[in-house]
């Protein structure tokens, strides 16, 4: 099993957690996403970055949010699953190559081109702003061994 390594720092530096908080709230409300395609775009984020503890966190949420089973063990192969909206989709493909950042090509057109068909500036941002939070919630979590549940 698992050990943690330390307190979680957004426990011990103050105004982290708040700071945090204060920045997914923002994304909440400000962007006009549906929060189950937030909560997929953390999801995903956290499958490809081996983030157990965020897969737990976002997972119950989603199922307590009335998420299906069936949409919920197909997030990582979400291309070739039935289960998502166009608009999902585009969100999903835009996480991976901002989670993944090719330094050939980080963030292709056709992507961006996509993800924009399905959301104003205001989405977009609220989706590039959640996979960069949930990509730094990982980072933290994995580094310092939080464990899930």
């Known amino acids: 099993m698992m050990q943690q390594r330390m307190t979680n720092p957004t426990k011990i530096l103050p105004g982290v957690a708040q700071g945090f908080q ?13 929060q189950t395609v937030l909560d997929l775009v953390h999801m995903r984020a956290s499958q490809i970055n081996g983030c157990s503890f965020c897969l737990d966190y976002v ?11 069936e949409r919920l063990f197909a997030v990582a192969a979400w291309r070739d699953a039935p289960y998502f909206t166009d608009a999902e989709r585009a969100a999903l ?4 190559v901002v989670t993944r950042l090719d330094p050939a090509d980080p963030v292709p057109d056709a992507i961006w081109e996509t993800a924009s068909r399905h959301y104003d500036e205001k989405g977009l941002g609220a989706i590039v702003y959640m996979i960069a939070i949930a990509n730094l919630a990982n980072r933290v979590n994995i580094t310092i061994r939080q464990v899930a549940g």
């Open 59 to 69: 997972a119950r949420s989603l199922k307590k949010a009335g998420e299906t089973d």
């Open 93 to 96: 493909a835009l996480t991976e």
């Open 22 to 34: 204060a920045l997914v709230k923002a994304i909440q409300q400000g962007g006009g996403v549906p």
